[in-house]
């Protein structure tokens, strides 16, 4: 009995416990002004005695810190959209409070989306709001990706001998088949993004999306088998997963350059 509660104990600390508990997020060069480090925290919250009760003190301290909140929001979304905006590249947008997936060049949209599910992971959930913005406050830079789809398609065409031959070519090559959509993009600070289409899969797409997601099941198994062993499990990756129709997910992924940047509203 003591073996056993032991080995639970074990793997519930190493293998269990972080996936439900907050983990370090990778801090940004955030340029904070200068006013704002000036304002200290009685400043902010503590009203005028003298003119305000203490309930209204008290919904006065949460109505400024929700616009606090709201005006850091978007000064990091203009930040980063201010940043891309002297680039030459297109970039993606995800606004998970819109719940729009955009892409962008200098600022103004070329495709926009709409997402019909997210799922976010409990290691971003779990975390204030300041923690958060302070993540978000940069773009984020792609530094892997893994598809099912092609970046690039093309369709081969035989060139005919002569003239006589190309008389004979009356049919056009088919179109590639646009195959079913599963992406895993990994950016920088620690950043996961899992994009999947809304359709069913066929036959052969089915496959190949399950193979993909079997191969990172194995990663975290994998991790997991070497917490037991090593009793330290690595953080978990804060992970974000939308869906949406699979010929956005198709335009998203071909459209942006091969190491695109995103921006994320959250």
Known sequence: MILTAGVVYIAYTT??????????LPRT?????????????????????????????????????????????????LRSRLIL????????????????????????????????????????????ADALLNWMSEPFALRNVDATIPKISFIEKIA???????????????EAKLGDVFLVLD??????????????PDLEGEKIISNLRQKFNKIEISRSIMALTKFNREPVKPQIEIIIPKMDATILYKSLPLNPRMILKM
């Open 160 to 174: 005919p001998k002569d003239t006589l031959e190309a008389n004979k070519m009356v049919t056009e090559p088919k």
């Open 85 to 128: 905006g002297s680039e030459d590249s297109t970039y993606l947008v995800l606004d998970l409070i819109n719940n729009l997936a955009v892409l962008e060049l200098k600022g103004i949209p070329l495709h926009e989306c709409h997402i019909q599910h997210v799922t976010i992971s409990n290691s971003i959930k779990m975390y204030p």
């Open 15 to 24: 293998v269990f416990q972080p996936v439900f508990t907050k983990n370090p």
């Open 29 to 77: 060069a955030s340029h904070v002004s200068e006013e704002r480090k000036k304002v200290g925290k009685d400043e902010v919250l503590i009203p005028d005695e003298d003119t305000t009760s203490t309930s209204d003190a008290v919904n006065s301290t949460k109505d400024v810190q929700i616009k606090l909140l709201e005006l850091r929001r978007k000064e990091v979304l």
């Open 187 to 200: 950016f920088e600070r620690n950043l996961r993004l899992i994009i999947s289409q809304s359709e069913q």
